[in-house]
């Protein structure tokens, strides 16, 4: 039996990942970051809590990493966990570049000190490209990368550490740069999310507006269920090596409103508001990512499409708001 040590295990890909590697017959491990609201660490993994085996830690203490992965042994390392949201990072810039960045040199440390022969993965970002995009209007591991945040920079610094650290020290150590991806385990502070859960709740009166920032950025969306069968896939790859994981499709916020109010039964632009606080201070204004080299060696492919994740989205805020 496999063994795999998850960090963000509690996070909405974590989660995904820890299920769909039970399923496959791992014995899976996690890392938590302590909450106050104990709840807060354990709802997404709720209904597998007896088929995983967590341990409190955090990427910024060092001595926390080297005795879990000391006592795990895994085979396989997945670092999940982060400080996820962009707009935050512009707030707390110092803790986004301690957790993202330092926070992933620590963990190849103790990789590289105790489970040296294990698999490592790193999940990288498309917010490390900025506005850079090729002629032909994607994003690829050869475009060149110009972030325009705290959060993607910090991705960045991880993600040359990885590459770094594999090229110096022969680890098994790779790099998915994942484009967005959305579930409804996705935070409600993220675009697609507030979307979806402001429009039920017009839908059902319980609020009048829904206030967002940037209506005419593009992203590449996909579904979090999908992109980790990516992570383990590339994982488990012969040679180690980084990858693209998107859908290869973008859409702006205004269309992902046009689509969810209208499933609704509404005009969106009857109810959404543009509010300057929302906006970046730098705004990344376009995403799409060219995942052919995924298909076309691992024969990866999404199972979701961009309708088909965001109708799960509403139906799961209809039931959790029925009346």
Same mark, same amino acid.
């Given at each position: 039996?496999?063994?795999?040590?998850?960090?963000?295990?509690?996070?909405?890909?974590?989660?995904?990942?820890?299920?769909?590697?039970?399923?496959?017959?791992?014995?899976?491990?996690?890392?938590?970051?302590?909450?106050?609201?104990?709840?807060?660490?354990?709802?997404?993994?709720?209904?597998?809590?007896?088929?995983?085996?967590?341990?409190?830690?955090?990427?910024?203490?060092?001595?926390?990493?080297?005795?879990?992965?000391?006592?795990?042994?895994?085979?396989?390392?997945?670092?999940?966990?982060?400080?996820?949201?962009?707009?935050?990072?512009?707030?707390?810039?110092?803790?986004?570049?301690?957790?993202?960045?330092?926070?992933?040199?620590?963990?190849?440390?103790?990789?590289?000190?105790?489970?040296?022969?294990?698999?490592?993965?790193?999940?990288?970002?498309?917010?490390?490209?900025?506005?850079?995009?090729?002629?032909?209007?994607?994003?690829?591991?050869?475009?060149?990368?110009?972030?325009?945040?705290?959060?993607?920079?910090?991705?960045?610094?991880?993600?040359?550490? %990885?590459?770094?650290?594999?090229?110096?020290? #022969?680890?098994?150590?790779? *790099?998915?740069? @994942?484009? !967005?991806?959305? $579930?409804? +385990?996705?935070?409600?502070?993220?675009?697609?999310?507030?979307? %979806?859960?402001?429009?039920?709740?017009?839908? #059902?009166?319980?609020?009048? *507006?829904?206030? @967002?920032? !940037?209506?005419? $950025?593009? +992203?590449?969306?996909?579904?979090?269920?999908?992109?980790?069968?990516?992570?383990?896939?590339?994982?488990?790859?012969?040679?180690?090596?980084?990858?693209?994981?998107?859908?290869?499709?973008?859409?702006?916020?205004?269309?992902?409103?046009?689509?969810?109010?209208?499933?609704?039964?509404?005009?969106?632009?009857?109810?959404?508001?543009?509010?300057?606080?929302?906006?970046?201070?730098?705004?990344?204004?376009?995403?799409?990512?060219?995942?052919?080299?995924?298909?076309?060696?691992?024969?990866?492919?999404?199972?979701?499409?961009?309708?088909?994740?965001?109708?799960?989205?509403?139906?799961?805020?209809?039931?959790?708001?029925?009346?």
């Amino acid at each position: 039996m496999k063994k795999a040590l998850i960090t963000g295990i509690t996070g909405q890909d974590g989660s995904y990942l820890a299920e769909y590697l039970v399923e496959l017959g791992y014995e899976v491990h996690g890392i938590v970051r302590r909450q106050s609201v104990a709840e807060n660490q354990s709802s997404r993994i709720e209904k597998i809590n007896d088929q995983v085996k967590t341990y409190y830690g955090d990427l910024n203490d060092e001595g926390s990493l080297y005795k879990i992965i000391r006592k795990v042994a895994p085979d396989e390392i997945y670092n999940l966990a982060a400080m996820s949201h962009v707009k935050v990072s512009f707030d707390v810039p110092s803790f986004t570049i301690r957790t993202n960045a330092l926070g992933v040199l620590n963990m190849l440390e103790a990789y590289r000190e105790v489970t040296p022969g294990s698999k490592f993965y790193q999940a990288s970002s498309s917010e490390m490209f900025g506005n850079s995009v090729d002629v032909d209007g994607c994003q690829r591991l050869t475009t060149n990368m110009s972030p325009v945040s705290p959060y993607g920079c910090s991705k960045v610094m991880g993600y040359n550490l %990885v590459r770094h650290y594999r090229n110096a020290y #022969k680890l098994h150590a790779c *790099n998915g740069i @994942l484009f !967005n991806h959305e $579930s409804p +385990r996705r935070g409600t502070n993220f675009v697609t999310h507030k979307v %979806v859960k402001g429009a039920v709740e017009i839908k #059902k009166g319980l609020r009048d *507006n829904l206030e @967002l920032g !940037n209506m005419d $950025s593009s +992203r590449d969306w996909g579904h979090s269920y999908d992109y980790v069968r990516a992570m383990h896939l590339l994982l488990n790859y012969s040679q180690p090596r980084d990858w693209i994981v998107s859908t290869g499709e973008t859409r702006t916020v205004r269309e992902l409103c046009q689509y969810v109010f209208s499933s609704l039964g509404l005009n969106y632009e009857d109810y959404v508001i543009q509010n300057q606080r929302y906006m970046r201070p730098e705004e990344l204004k376009y995403l799409k990512g060219d995942s052919h080299e995924i298909r076309e060696k691992l024969g990866w492919k999404p199972l979701y499409t961009f309708e088909s994740m965001i109708d799960e989205m509403i139906k799961v805020w209809q039931d959790r708001l029925e009346l």
